[in-house]
């Protein structure tokens, strides 16, 4: 079912609309009429009337089998992680991390209780969890998350963790205590650490991507299997070449931000 809104202006096709985008998935990269009206819990005239503008659209293509998105809906993630400039920025900096590492790093971004993926350099390993970009997780069982929760003030971070989460997966019940001790230890020492708290085999280290006013707006990491890389590897290896990537990533993104941009004028209309 798509997300109701609660405030006056919210409009209940759009979000009907989006949620029929969001339902197709690897697992499911094609569905008919009768599925979509199904899945998305909409009458079968408003889901054909919903698909048919969105072929017209060009976010999906019709045929024999049934409906399929098309390259367009990238266009939907990209013009954000686009505008923001992050991923070029950061992209050369992952990858000579990943080079150094031979593990799997990401970039990500707190939207809600939940941690976003909006970049990631991959080595093919055994994790237990797939991630693909715009992956959803819950922040507080994640590296990432808690470095980008412990930018937070106290008071914000509770009102941050009362949203649900939107990833579909069941989140560990921590107490508002623990959080808090969780995120005092990363303000301290700088960096994060989940040891399996995400799902069994996940270990991870993360780090935060600053811009130029020294705002946390990211963050990166590292991902290892647990029965083949120690904490102790991770935290004394692997935590300085993150630092480095993304300290070089905070630099480069701080220069951008302050480049000259140049104003370009139209000459004056001679009549």
Do not use: C
């Amino acid at each position: 079912m798509a997300e109701r809104g609660q405030g006056p202006d919210f409009i209940e096709a759009l979000a009907r609309g989006l949620h029929v985008l969001k339902i197709f998935s690897p697992s499911r990269p094609v569905m008919s009429l009768s599925e979509v009206a199904k899945e998305t819990d909409l009458a079968r005239p408003t889901a054909r009337r919903i698909l048919l503008t969105l072929e017209e659209l060009g976010y999906v293509r019709s045929s024999l089998n049934g409906y399929t998105l098309t390259p367009r809906v990238l266009e939907l993630g990209m013009a954000y992680i686009g505008a923001l400039n992050l991923w070029d920025i950061a992209r050369p900096h992952m990858e000579e991390l990943v080079s150094h590492t031979g593990e799997s790093s990401s970039m990500t971004q707190l939207d809600g209780s939940d941690i976003v993926y909006v970049a990631r350099v991959a080595v093919p390993k055994l994790i237990a969890l797939r991630v693909d970009i715009g992956t959803r997780f819950p922040a507080t069982v994640t590296s990432q998350g808690r470095v980008l929760l412990a930018a937070l003030d106290p008071e914000t971070v509770h009102t941050v963790l009362a949203e649900p989460s939107r990833s579909g997966l069941q989140t560990t019940d921590y107490s508002p205590a623990q959080i808090d001790e969780i995120l005092t230890e990363t303000r301290e020492r700088g960096w994060a650490l989940a040891d399996q708290d995400l799902a069994p085999g996940v270990r991870s280290i993360a780090t935060p991507v600053r811009d130029g006013r020294g705002v946390v707006r990211a963050a990166m990491n590292v991902t290892v299997h647990a029965a083949e890389t120690s904490i102790e590897t991770l935290t004394e290896q692997y935590l300085p070449l993150l630092l480095q990537a993304t300290a070089a990533t905070t630099s480069d993104w701080t220069a951008w931000q302050n480049r000259p941009i140049r104003q370009l004028t139209h000459p004056k209309n001679p009549h």
